[in-house]
């Protein structure tokens, strides 16, 4: 009897621990107006990781409408997004790394007659801030965003005080949150992988209409496929064909490449148009691009046929150079931790350039379109390759 009492002392001191501990943890984070937080992201509250450990990141998180603050690789904080941005128009939310610019307190918008408090920019014209407020003091009432994400008023003054000039900016969408076309393979490993960069993403090459409503779109050039990321702790690397079909063409890092590396070109076979009647009636062929590859398969050769789920190569970050776009800030020949994915492109040209004539403004000249469009690809024969892959309409 003495031997169980004693057992039963140390079983609740332990007990009491343990859950002090776990208090202890949870009273670090700091959970902001919970209406975009469930149950199962609260019990998994301690396995949210950063995509990149720096000293302050942000991560903005598109598909489950929660920014994310790490410090020192650790969560400090999560707010909800009120609203973000239509998907498919030229200013949806912008995707990638990005680092904080200027802050406003009050800020009275260039565009539009509303002021737009507690903002921070998070890429050029797109900034994060506190739901608008007409110069009359009524609240914006449109629950979506010109392209800026908007918090409610404790959210956005939070925000306003954790982010300082410099801070990584992660502003990605999931891949896992859709259901995926049984009849295809994933191009790379769906639970391992993350959107970085979306189709139709908005990247500004100009600056001559930064004042004007109407023409403002045209500073800027928009993402032509999607940019699958590892997570930091992902084990499947490689890159994966969709559907059998046949390889067309190997570029290989170096060659006329045009910044897209290490480059497969795969058509795919006629048995597709058996699940895409309509791309088939509209597209005489369909092809999947897959670029920046680390290495390629020295089994693929072209005009051999390829069948779904094989090995295409390893993710890498090959490509880029001087002439192009680049993610990293560390010179143009040199890549940088940042750099790695897989460029995506579903297309009906089996080409690296845009299937339809387009000229694109890159570092200062007008010329052949590689990865990005003028406006919206899918005017120049690109198809978006999330909407491809997944089925949309649950
Ligand atoms: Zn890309």
């Given amino acids: 009897m003495k031997k169980f009492k004693i057992l039963l002392i140390t079983l609740s001191i332990f007990l009491f621990s343990f859950s002090y501990a776990i208090l202890k943890f949870e009273k670090k984070i700091t959970i902001l107006n919970r209406e975009n937080f469930n149950e199962s992201l609260e019990k998994n509250i301690n396995k949210i990781f950063p995509k990149i450990c720096e000293k302050r990141v942000f991560e903005v998180n598109l598909s489950k409408n929660l920014i994310y603050f790490f410090e020192n690789c650790k969560l400090k904080e999560i707010m909800s997004i009120a609203y973000q941005a239509p998907e ?8 990638g790394y990005f680092r904080i610019g200027i802050k406003k307190e009050k800020h009275i918008s260039s565009l539009f007659p509303v002021y737009m408090n507690y903002a921070v920019q998070m890429y050029e014209d797109f900034f994060i801030h506190e ?94 496929g999607v940019d699958l990321t590892p997570n930091p702790d992902a084990k499947d690397l490689n890159a994966y064909s969709i559907f059998d079909g046949k390889i067309v063409k190997i570029i290989k890092n170096g060659e006329e490449d045009h910044g897209l590396g290490n480059s497969v070109i795969i058509e795919f076979d006629n048995k597709l148009c058996d699940f895409e009647k309509d791309l088939c009636k509209k597209f005489n062929k369909i092809y999947a691009l897959y670029a920046h590859l680390e290495s390629i398969n020295p089994d693929l050769k072209e005009n051999l046929f390829i069948k779904k789920g094989e090995i295409i190569g390893k993710v890498g970050a090959t490509g880029y ?48 379109c590689f990865g990005y469009t003028p406006d919206n690809p899918e005017n120049y024969g690109y198809i978006n390759p999330i909407n491809f892959l997944f089925q949309l309409n649950k």
Wanted: proline share 7%; with cysteine.
């Fill in 88 to 95: 498919g128009k030229w200013y949806q939310t912008p995707t």
């Fill in 131 to 224: 739901i608008p407020i007409y110069l009359n003091g009524a609240r914006v009432t449109s629950n979506f965003s010109g392209g800026c994400i908007r918090l409610e008023t404790e959210n956005a003054k939070k925000f306003f005080k954790l982010a300082q000039p410099g801070d990584l900016v992660i502003s990605y969408k999931e891949l896992n949150t859709n259901k995926f076309k049984k009849y295809f393979h994933p191009p790379v490993d769906l639970s391992q992988f993350f959107i970085r960069q979306r189709f139709n993403n908005p990247i500004r090459v100009k600056w001559e209409n930064a004042k004007n409503t109407e023409n403002r779109k045209h500073d800027y050039i928009q993402h032509a």
């Fill in 321 to 368: 150079g001087c002439n192009y776009w680049r993610i990293g800030d560390d010179g143009c020949n040199k890549t940088s931790p940042l750099d790695t994915h897989l460029h995506l492109e579903i297309k009906t040209s089996p080409v690296l350039e845009s299937p339809l004539p387009a000229s694109c403004f890159v570092n200062g000249s007008y010329k052949n």
